[in-house]
C-alpha cells in the first residue's frame, strides 16, 4: 500500500470520508466532469465515495474507473500543475497530472501513435514538425520514426513533466533522444504566434487539459488562425477530438468551426485506449491547411 | 440510496471491510477475473475495496469500474442464476447477471446491432434464425428488423430473465412482441442438438457467460460441430469473441480452431461498448458454413 499519497481532489469538502483507517492521506481523487463536459452540468457533485489507496478516475458523478495503487513512484509540483505517478496493479506506471489520468504504460502507444502517424502518413515527406505538449515524449519517438522529418520542436511549458518522464518512464520518453528533436519550453500559443509563418508541415497537439476543453480549443477561432498560419500550404494540424459516445456529441460543430480556417479537408478518425474508455475513446481530428 | 442490496461477490471472505457507516447489505461486488481471463492467474485476489451502495465491475485485481446504485429496481434469483437491476446516475438501468454486468440501456444497442446485422447482412435473405440466450429480447429486436426473416426461435433457459426484462426493460424486451418469435425455455446446447441438419441460415449466440469463457467455448470441437449441423449450408454463425487488447489474444487460435469446422469463411469484427470496454470492447465473430 501507498505510504505518501496527498489528495489530488476538486471537491475536497464534498468527501464522503468514512472509515476507521481512513486517512485522508491515502485519499486520491479526481474528476473531470467539469472538463468541458457540459453534459455533466446538473449531475450532483457530492456523490464520490472514498477509496483509500485507491486512484478513482471520475469521469461523471456516479462513474469511476479505479486503479489500485500498488506502490507511489513520484509526486510533485511545478508552478503549473501537480504531478502524480505510481505502478498500477496491470497497467504498469500510470502518470496522473492535476488529477486527470494522462496516461498509463499498457496502451500510452495507441494514443501517441494514432496522433502521429495518421497526420504524417497524409503528405508527402514532412521535414519540420512541431509538437505541442507532449512533454512524456511519447509522441516524439513517433515522429522519430519517419525519416524524412528532419526537424521537430516541442514547445512544453513545464519542465517537471519532461524531468519525470525522463527517469520514469524511459520507453516514453526515448523520443527525447532523438538528435532532430529542440525542446523549448514555453507556452504553446506564445510559441505558435512567435514561428514565422508557414513554418510547418506537421503541427501535434497534445496539451488540451492547460489549454482547455477539446471541444473549446477546436472552436477558437483565434488560435486556429494561429497554428493555420504556422503551417506551409498543405500543411496538416493533429489533435485529440471529443468522443462518439459522449452524450452531446460536438463533433460535427467542431468540424464546422475548423472548416472556416483550415480550407483543406477536416478528417475525424478513432481508435480504442482503455484507459480512456469513457472520456473519449480516442477521436482525433486532422486538419489540412490549402 | 439503495436500501435492499445483497451481497452479490465471488470473495466475499476476503473484502476490506471497513467504516462505521458500512453495511454489508450496500455491498454489490463481482469480479471478471476468473472468467476465463487465464492472463489474471497469479494476480492476488484479496485487494478490492469496499463501496457501498456502488456496483464495482472488477475487470481483474487491481482495477474496477464502479457505478453508483441509485435505486436497487429487482433483485432475485432463478434455479440458475441470480439478477440485479439497478437504476445507475449516467447509463439508465443496469443489469447484472450473477455479479456479470449484463448491459446498460445507455449502449446496450451498440452490442445488440453487432451481434446481429454483421450476420444476417452477410448472406441473402436470411429467413430462419435462432438465437441462443440473448433473453433480454435485444438481438430479437434487431432481428425483427429483417423483413426476409420469417421464423425467429430463442432458446433461453431461464424464464426469470425474460420475465425481469419484459417488465423492467420494455425498450429492449419490445423483440418479443414480433408474431414471428418463438421462445424455448431450454438449455441452447440441447436445443441445438435437436433440430434437423441444416435448420438454419443464421444462429447467434449470446450465452457465454452461463456456457464458458468465450475462447473455450469457440474451441469446443464438438459444439462448433453441433453448431454448423444445425445450420444450412452457407449459414452463418454470429459470436461475442475475445478483445484485442487482452493481453493473452486469443483471437488468432480461435479463428483457427472455427476454420476446422466451419469450412467458409471466418471473420472478426469490433465496435466499441463502453461498458465492456475493459472486458472485451465487443468482438465479434462470424463464421460461415460451406
Known amino acids: 500500500m501507498a505510504k505518501e499519497i496527498s489528495v489530488v481532489s476538486q471537491y475536497p469538502s464534498k468527501l464522503q470520508v468514512q472509515g476507521e483507517n481512513f486517512d485522508p492521506k491515502n485519499l486520491v ?17 457530492d456523490t464520490y465515495p472514498a477509496f ?12 469511476a474507473h479505479i486503479y489500485k495503487m500498488e506502490k507511489i513512484i513520484f509526486q510533485g509540483k511545478s508552478e503549473f500543475q501537480e504531478l502524480l505517478v505510481f505502478e498500477s496493479s496491470r497497467h504498469g506506471k500510470v502518470a496522473i497530472l492535476d ?6 504504460e499498457n496502451d500510452e502507444f495507441a494514443y501517441q501513435e494514432m496522433l502521429t502517424h495518421l497526420a504524417l502518413c497524409s503528405i508527402p515527406n514532412p521535414k519540420k514538425v512541431l509538437l505541442v505538449g507532449g512533454g512524456d515524449g511519447g509522441i516524439l519517438r513517433e515522429i522519430s520514426r519517419h525519416s524524412s522529418v528532419e526537424h ?10 519532461i524531468h519525470v518522464y525522463k527517469k520514469f518512464f524511459p ?18 500559443i506564445a510559441f505558435i504566434n512567435s514561428v514565422p509563418e508557414g513554418t510547418y508541415d506537421v503541427i501535434i497537439l497534445d496539451a488540451f487539459q ?11 477561432k483565434c488560435f486556429l488562425e494561429s497554428v493555420a498560419k504556422a503551417l506551409r500550404p498543405g500543411g496538416v494540424l493533429s489533435a485529440p477530438a471529443d468522443s462518439l459516445w459522449l452524450k452531446n456529441f460536438v463533433v460535427a460543430d467542431t468540424i464546422a468551426n475548423c472548416k472556416k480556417i483550415f480550407k483543406g479537408s477536416v478528417n475525424y478518425a478513432w481508435t480504442t485506449v482503455p484507459t480512456y474508455a469513457r472520456h473519449f475513446l480516442s477521436n482525433y481530428i486532422y486538419l489540412s491547411k490549402f
Open 29 to 45: 481523487m479526481t474528476t473531470a466532469a467539469d472538463n468541458g463536459k457540459k453534459e455533466s452540468n446538473g449531475a450532483p457533485k
Open 52 to 63: 483509500p489507496g485507491w486512484y478513482a478516475d471520475v469521469s461523471w458523478p456516479g462513474e
Open 99 to 104: 488529477g486527470y489520468i494522462q496516461l498509463t
Open 152 to 161: 521537430i520542436d516541442i514547445c512544453e511549458i513545464d519542465k517537471m513533466v
Open 171 to 188: 520507453d516514453i520518453a526515448v523520443g527525447y533522444e532523438d538528435p532532430r528533436v529542440h525542446v523549448h519550453i514555453r507556452d504553446g
Open 210 to 220: 492547460p489549454m482547455g476543453p477539446i471541444a473549446e480549443v477546436l472552436a477558437d
